[in-house]
Each structure stands twice: as structure tokens, then as C-alpha cells.
């Protein structure tokens, strides 16, 4: 095994702006005919070479299908001579038409479209625009399409990718006031060899929410990630999204569970406006070995107010393809230090993660480390 230190404070994993906790949301409604919303940015799956796009899915917001009105999704190019903004073209070059009684076509539902008319081939880094609109529109329809909102000072979030829409006017705009950041792309691309895939910059969920816990409380006390990485690396810190209940005195330890445990304890005052925040706890260099199932938990050391941990649900386990980490990195609780149990099947992932400071460079027998900068590190 080679483990090379990495530079600076090393890889957080995943990165900022992934470990941002915000609220779920609706996009602006189109509710005419020539309104559209369009997701953009440049593709991203775990992998090199080529795939082929066949089936492309995302959320509804809030429906309105009395009138019978059809959409129609298509994928586009990105208009490369209007901008900023990013903004697809309006030339459809591959399309799919949802049907009025779709089962799907529904309010804050997932849904799959129809096969598309040709499969569209993507690279890494490919400019694309997944375009939704009417096909037949009926007075009183509308539509919204749904995700995270509201990243803030995540910077990087606008410049790779955005939602936008075109209403009433020709021109193209941001959904929500404050720009492209205000909500993230909610989209997953299906590519023909079944994986999945997304736009850089996206944030594919179904739900966010919180669980409210402390010390010996409940049918769990404790609740974390199990996670794996598919090479050797070591760690010195875990990081955590929590709500603190205002309680400056409201501490708490993070724990690795790596065969014996490693813990931090974290003072409320550290955590922003000791409420809300990303907690870092720094901890003794630990090495972790390849696809090895480890847990990484929140445990309360009082009894007097509750710590809650933010976590966000996907529709399909497979949607965690386009998050850090992979299908395998989940939400679990347990009682009393006893066995773990998963929280929420294998559908939740709660805002979590590690900052990893040595990395395998692959040149000796450790097994390399085939994701780095794919999926792990978004």
C-alpha cells in the first residue's frame, strides 16, 4: 500500500458544498403554453469514457393536470451565445412525451420518462440541458419541479450547473430570486447500461428532513453513516451536519467505529451560532482499508436537550450513484453502543462525512483508488 499524504487540510468527503444543509423546494411554475424549465450544466457519472442517455428522471413540485395537458422532455445543447445563466437552445434533439394519466405526472412525485426517441451519447464534462414543457397545454395547468434550495455561499454551484425557466417572455431566467444557486438541479440521467448519472453541481434527493435524539432516549440513542471507500485511505477528521436546540452547553461526541472506536467530543460553542451548523471534529489519524464497512455516529453525552442530525431521502437506492460515496454510504442507529440497524431501508443518507488526509496513489498492491475525483469527491 502506498498512502500518499494529500495537500493542505486534505479531502473532504463529501465536499462543500454536498455537507450544506437546506430545505426542499419548489422551482417557478410555467402554467402557458411556450413556458419551459430546463435543467443545465455538464454531466457527470462515475467512470470514464462514454455513456449512452436513455431514460432521463426528476421530481415534481406542486401539479396542476385537470385541464389534460401532456408534457414533453427533451434533451438539448446548451445555448453557448446567451448566457449567464446556462440555458438550452429549444432544439429537441432526443425527446419523450408524458402522458396526462402518467401515474407519475403527479405532485412531488419521481418520475421516470418514457425512452427517449434516440439515445444520446455523453462524456464526462458534456453541456447538456434536460428541457421540460407542454406539448398540448390546457388552461388551469401547471407544473413546478422540485429540489434543495438555497445553497448560499456555495460558490461553485452556479457556475456548473442550474435550473432555469422561461416565462412569459423570451428570455430565460433563474427559477427563484438570487439567482442560479437559489435551487439545485434535482435530475438523474439513466444511461443504457443501467447506472446513473447527473449534472456537476446537482443535488439529486426526494426529501430532507431531521431526527431529534439524546442520551438513553427513544429506540435509538445514536445515529451515523455506514460507509465504505473502494481504496485504503486515512482520515484525521468527521464532520456533521447538526441542530444543537440553542443549547450552548449541548455537547456531544463523534464517533469512528473502525474495528475499536476513535471519538472527538464537540463543544456547542464551536458549532455556528451554537445552533445550526457544520461540526468538525478532528481526530488521530486513522487508516481504513478497502470496501471495509466502517460507521461514523453522533452519540449524545446528556439527557437535558435534544441534538438533531440532518439527513436527506433518494427514491431509488441507485440515485446514490450520483452522490459521494456511492449506493453503499447510509443512515443507521442503534441503542446503548448495541448493533447497528439501518434507518430509513436503504433510501437515507444523514449529512455526514470525513476529511480524508492520505489517499492510495495506486502504484503499489493497495488496489489504487478507482473514483477519485468522480464520485466520492463531489
Known amino acids: ?28 411554475i410555467i402554467d402557458a403554453a411556450g413556458e419551459k424549465l430546463a435543467f443545465s450544466g455538464r454531466v457527470w457519472f462515475n467512470g470514464t469514457g462514454n455513456k449512452s442517455i436513455r431514460y432521463v428522471q426528476w421530481l415534481f413540485g406542486a401539479v396542476t393536470k385537470t385541464g389534460g395537458s401532456t408534457l414533453t422532455v427533451s434533451l438539448q445543447d ?3 451565445a446567451a448566457g449567464p445563466q446556462l440555458q438550452p437552445d429549444e432544439t429537441q434533439d432526443e425527446s419523450a412525451t408524458i402522458a396526462n394519466a402518467d401515474a407519475s405526472f403527479a405532485t412531488n412525485t419521481w418520475i421516470r420518462s418514457p425512452q427517449l426517441s434516440a439515445d444520446r451519447v455523453v462524456a464526462n464534462g458534456t453541456l447538456l440541458s434536460v428541457v421540460i414543457e407542454f406539448l398540448s397545454f390546457q388552461a388551469g395547468d401547471s407544473i413546478r419541479v422540485r429540489g434543495k434550495t438555497n445553497p448560499g455561499t456555495s460558490l461553485m454551484v452556479p457556475l456548473l450547473s442550474c435550473v432555469s425557466a422561461k416565462i412569459g417572455t423570451p428570455a430565460w431566467g433563474t427559477t427563484l430570486p438570487g439567482g442560479c444557486s437559489s435551487l439545485w438541479p434535482n435530475v438523474v440521467l439513466e444511461f443504457t447500461d443501467g447506472t446513473f448519472g447527473t449534472f456537476e453541481g446537482a ?9 431529534a435524539f439524546k442520551q438513553d432516549t427513544g429506540t435509538a440513542d445514536e445515529y451515523g453513516m455506514q460507509f465504505s471507500f473502494p481504496g485504503p485511505v486515512e482520515v484525521d477528521s468527521l464532520l456533521a451536519w447538526v441542530n444543537m436546540s440553542g443549547s450552548s452547553t449541548n455537547n456531544f461526541q463523534m464517533v469512528l467505529t473502525a474495528g475499536s472506536e476513535v471519538s472527538a467530543t464537540v463543544d456547542a460553542n464551536a458549532v455556528r451560532e451554537a445552533t445550526q451548523g457544520l461540526s468538525v471534529a478532528p481526530i488521530e489519524k486513522t487508516a481504513l482499508a478497502k470496501d471495509t464497512t466502517y460507521y461514523v455516529s453522533i452519540r449524545p453525552n446528556q439527557t437535558a436537550a435534544n441534538i438533531s442530525l440532518y439527513y436527506f431521502d433518494v427514491a431509488d437506492n441507485g440515485h446514490f450513484q450520483c452522490h459521494a460515496g456511492g449506493v453503499n454510504w447510509l443512515m443507521v442507529a442503534r441503542l446503548n453502543g448495541g448493533a447497528w440497524s439501518n434507518y430509513g ?3 437515507r443518507r444523514p449529512y455526514m462525512g470525513l476529511r480524508v488526509c492520505s489517499i492510495d496513489d495506486g502504484v503499489s498492491a493497495g488496489g489504487g483508488f478507482p473514483i477519485l475525483g468522480g464520485s466520492v469527491v463531489r
Do not use: E, H, K, W
Not at 463529501?14 to 423546494?25: C, F, N, Q, S
Not at 443535488?203 to 431526527?211: G, K
Open 203 to 211: 443535488f439529486v434527493c426526494s426529501n430532507i428532513s431531521s431526527v
Open 78 to 80: 446548451v445555448n453557448l
Open 1 to 28: 500500500m502506498a498512502l500518499q499524504r494529500l495537500p493542505g487540510t486534505g479531502l473532504n468527503i463529501p465536499g462543500y458544498p454536498a455537507l450544506d444543509y437546506y430545505t426542499i423546494g419548489d422551482s417557478a
Open 345 to 347: 431501508s436503504n433510501l
